[in-house]
């Protein structure tokens, strides 16, 4: 594959970029009770498609698991919390000397924004699902972000955070690196350009050594 023929890169947010696995399981109180808790809402995100109500799927998720909804409310006072993957800032600030960057996020426009604010790093673009009117993997979701980008998917390389995304971006004719940090099974059985447990190997693709 052609290592210089992307003028873009679009990345997951909440997990692609920002470990929220670690803030979900201290607010559920044990990382199986989290994982489950996680998981549940991104199978919610993933399949309601119409944008509804941000914060209530988080609920619906935490009750469909078990997990009680005035505890896990207690995740959006600790929203501030969240922090990018130890490695995610270098890799992001060495990308956007080179290509375009974005963010297209399962997110309110609220918690998007302030999840985005804990990176050091300037984005080129973002879009939230609450902006498109969509979640993930809707078409319209990714066709926000590359018309905010002024790209074409063949142009553009999609850095997902779970097999959704990954199945999501393929759809539409991008490129697509799953960040797999914690080695979720791939479900879809859509398979993407690369596998990987860091952001690293972003780096040698986007020829940036």
Excluded at 3 to 22: C, Q, R
Excluded at 48 to 62: G, H, I, M, N, S
Excluded at 117 to 132: L, R, W
Excluded at 169 to 177: I, L, N, R, T
């Amino acid at each position: 594959m052609n290592k210089v023929k992307y003028e873009a890169v679009v990345f997951d947010l909440l997990t692609g970029l920002i470990n929220s696995w670690s803030l979900w399981n201290e607010i559920a109180g044990s990382d199986l009770t989290g994982q489950k808790w996680r998981s549940r809402y991104l199978e919610i995100t993933y399949n309601t498609f119409q944008y509804q109500d941000y914060e209530k799927l988080v609920l619906q998720a935490a009750r469909d698991v078990g997990f009680s909804e005035s505890k896990a409310a207690n995740l959006f006072d600790e929203w501030d919390r969240l922090s990018p993957w130890p490695e995610a800032e270098e890799v992001l600030n060495k990308i956007r000397k080179k290509y375009l960057i974005g963010i297209a996020t399962n997110c309110s426009i609220v918690r998007g924004n302030k999840a985005i604010n804990t990176m050091n790093v300037k984005f080129d673009f973002s879009v939230t699902a609450e902006e498109a009117g969509f979640y993930k993997p809707h078409p319209e979701m990714y066709n926000s972000i590359l018309n905010k980008m002024n790209t074409s998917p063949t142009k553009t390389l999609f850095v997902a955070g779970s097999p959704f995304d990954v199945i999501g971006a393929k759809s539409m004719g991008m490129d697509v690196y799953w960040h797999n940090r914690i080695g979720l099974d791939n479900i879809t059985k859509q398979e993407p350009d690369y596998n990987e447990k860091t952001l690293y190997k972003l780096i040698e693709i986007l020829n940036l050594q």
